[in-house]
């Protein structure tokens, strides 16, 4: 297995320090050799970019070891990346939600670090400005959400499509940032849920299942009064899991009590933890997943809103059928 990963060349921003070394593949006399273009603390100029493009040269090398530092380049970097004409809405794509897995990874790795929160407000926010200006955002972000479910990916996904089905339904951009935010935290009280439990590969017994139900609060509790997060982001923490019928968890409450965002974030938790792979069940296509919300799980949704999430999806999901 190759010691490097390659990277494409326009998803450097020029006049930029990458922070890790940047490498070109060279093969001579049959052997691959990977050759130092630009160090890692060295601006990357125009006059590299302009190498490069001589050259016919589209992909680079960083070591895989240095992912991380890349990936928190471009999220240093998004708005730019972002803002770039010259960029396709699948670059675009793929650079941001590759940055929102590693600051998901991040988050729950030190949620107590008011500088990642930072960094998750500004991330939806930079997101929210390219779904809002971009019309290929809404394609091209719904193919690369992971089909693998890991708590980060999945945070990553609630976030993504809260996000595209917000713009659908005409939130405005401060609704769409607090919906954002909230869906890429709303999992954050499940760092205080013992790994046995998190990481079971079957299912839960019922005093585990009690004690899972408990992430919603913790999550709540653990970010009420912090700053940078909006009341309006709470609510999806503390309510993805209750149902329109009232049976829901962690306070049973039902119908037009759940807030809007509660209730978005219902339908996008239950989605996207259906036609994503576990453990335990395989992943169901977009079309049965779909199906089976609105047939079997009436009493978990609004049914207004539901068909508005079905009719947002529509092609896509008849296309993955």
């Known amino acids: 297995m190759s010691n490097y990963a390659a990277i494409i060349r326009s998803s450097l921003v020029e006049n930029t320090k990458v922070g890790c070394d940047l490498y ?63 960029k396709s809405s699948k670059e675009k794509s793929d650079i941001v939600y590759n940055v ?14 008011g500088a990642t929160m930072k960094r998750a407000t500004k991330w939806v926010d930079n997101t929210v400005k390219y779904i809002l ?5 809404f394609s091209s972000l719904l193919k690369v959400t992971s089909h693998d479910y890991y708590t980060y990916t999945h945070s990553v996904n609630l976030s993504v499509l809260g996000l595209l089905f917000g713009k659908h339904i005409s939130l405005d951009a401060h609704d769409l940032n607090c919906l954002g935010t909230g869906a890429l935290l709303h999992d954050l009280g499940k760092v205080e849920i013992p790994l046995k439990i998190i990481n079971k590969p079957g299912r839960l017994t019922k005093e585990e299942f009690e004690i899972m139900k408990k992430h919603p609060e913790l999550g709540g509790a ?26 829901g968890y962690p306070n049973r409450i039902g119908g037009k009590d759940i807030h809007l965002f509660g209730r978005i974030s219902r339908i996008i938790d239950v989605y996207d933890a259906m036609t994503t792979n576990r453990t335990y069940a395989k992943a169901r296509t977009p079309f049965e997943a779909l199906i089976e919300m609105k047939e ?21 999901s008849l296309s993955k059928k």
């Open 24 to 86: 070109l593949k060279n093969h001579v006399n049959g052997t691959t050799r990977y050759i130092l273009f630009c160090r890692g603390d060295e601006p990357f100029g125009n006059d590299r970019t302009r190498k490069l493009i001589e050259h016919n040269i589209e992909k680079l090398f960083i070591r895989t070891g240095d992912y991380k530092e890349y990936f928190r380049y471009q999220e240093e970097n998004l708005q730019t990346i972002l803002a770039d004409g010259e």
């Open 100 to 113: 929102a897995k590693y600051l998901a990874q991040d988050l729950l790795g030190d949620p107590r670090s």
């Open 133 to 137: 200006h971009d019309e290929n955002a």
């Open 222 to 247: 653990f970010l009420e009064g912090k700053k940078d997060i909006d009341e309006k982001s709470l609510k999806v923490v503390i309510q993805h899991h209750e149902n329109y019928d009232g049976t």
């Open 296 to 316: 079997k799980m009436t009493n978990c949704f609004e049914g207004g809103l539901l068909k508005e999430f079905i009719c947002f999806l529509g092609p896509y």
